[in-house]
């Protein structure tokens, strides 16, 4: 099987100009969709190598769901089950993965609020529900509650089971950023609809996927992003995928820690 760019790919272009797949800064760039990964299509299809050309900021998983990804300023890092935190090298691969070359199009300050309080007051900035955006939030936090998933092994299980094994990481007196992107409803099934947020500190010792956090005082910046390019594996577990869509529960259950 190829793991290339060369993958049969879908391209979603919501604005009047060509837009290249690599190289410009206004395209969500998608490893495989939110679907397929629920299903249990863990295998890598792409590497890391090929992923930084589409982008320097973004999330996702690796290869056998071996952890989550934080794509932060050019870096991308592997935050695993045990709670380590490491670089990842090219020729690592990924399954799904969200990048974008970040570039700010909107940026407000923020004082102590939780992270349900910090969404709603960023959703009130976006100008229009029907694009896709790039969530950045530098900051202090008081408490940061992410998670990790241990590698998965063969036959894989889905990703509700799956995240029945995840370990939960409390981190308290943090400076670091939050990583992520807004879907609109519309690609559910491609993506996650909403928010899709993790976290790394500036340490780059700890982090995860974001359950919740108490922000003390940071900065929030908004890219606004018309693009939106997925790329899809070209493997015989993807293709043997079921395509009927995502059951919204148990994709909530499943970002939220509440699977079942």
């Known amino acids: 099987m190829r793991h290339s760019v060369e993958a049969v790919a879908i391209m979603l272009v919501m604005s009047m100009q060509i837009v290249s797949p690599a190289g410009s800064g206004d395209v969500l760039f998608q490893v495989s969709t939110?679907?397929?990964?629920?299903?249990?299509?863990?295998?890598?299809?792409?590497?890391?190598?090929?992923?930084?050309?589409?982008?320097?900021?973004?999330?996702g998983t690796f290869d056998a769901l071996?952890?989550?990804?934080?794509?932060?300023?050019?870096?991308?890092?592997?935050?695993?089950?045990?709670?380590?935190?490491?670089?990842?090298?090219?020729?690592?691969?990924?399954p799904f993965s969200d990048v974008t070359f970040f570039d700010s199009d909107d940026e407000v300050a923020l004082g102590s609020s939780n992270m349900t309080q910090v969404e709603r007051c960023l959703e009130e900035l976006l100008p229009t529900r029907n694009i896709f955006y790039a969530i950045r939030i530098d900051g202090t936090?008081?408490?940061?509650?992410?998670?990790?998933?241990?590698?998965?092994?063969?036959?894989?299980p889905n990703l509700t089971i799956a995240v029945m094994n995840q370990?939960?990481?409390?981190?308290?007196?943090?400076?670091?950023?939050?990583?992520?992107?807004?879907?609109?409803?519309?690609?559910?099934?491609?993506?996650?609809?909403?928010?899709?947020?993790?976290?790394?500190?500036?340490?780059?010792?700890?982090?995860?996927?974001?359950?919740?956090?108490?922000l003390m005082s940071g900065n929030a910046s908004i890219d606004h992003t018309d693009g939106f390019m997925v790329v899809l594996p070209d493997n015989k577990d993807f293709y043997a995928a079921g395509?009927?869509?995502?059951?919204?529960?148990?994709l909530e259950a499943v970002e939220s820690m509440k699977p079942g």
């Open 243 to 250: 395509t009927g869509g995502v059951d919204a529960r148990e």
């Open 141 to 156: 936090f008081s408490h940061v509650r992410a998670r990790s998933v241990p590698p998965q092994s063969r036959p894989y």
């Open 66 to 94: 071996d952890g989550e990804m934080v794509g932060l300023d050019g870096h991308f890092y592997q935050v695993r089950a045990d709670g380590s935190v490491q670089e990842v090298n090219d020729s690592t691969l990924t």
């Open 34 to 59: 939110i679907s397929a990964l629920m299903d249990g299509v863990f295998d890598g299809s792409m590497s890391f190598g090929d992923l930084k050309r589409h982008g320097d900021f973004g999330l």
């Open 167 to 214: 370990s939960i990481f409390d981190l308290y007196n943090q400076s670091g950023t939050v990583v992520g992107f807004w879907t609109p409803s519309y690609a559910s099934g491609l993506n996650v609809p909403g928010y899709h947020l993790h976290f790394i500190n500036d340490e780059r010792t700890a982090g995860g996927h974001l359950l919740d956090f108490q």
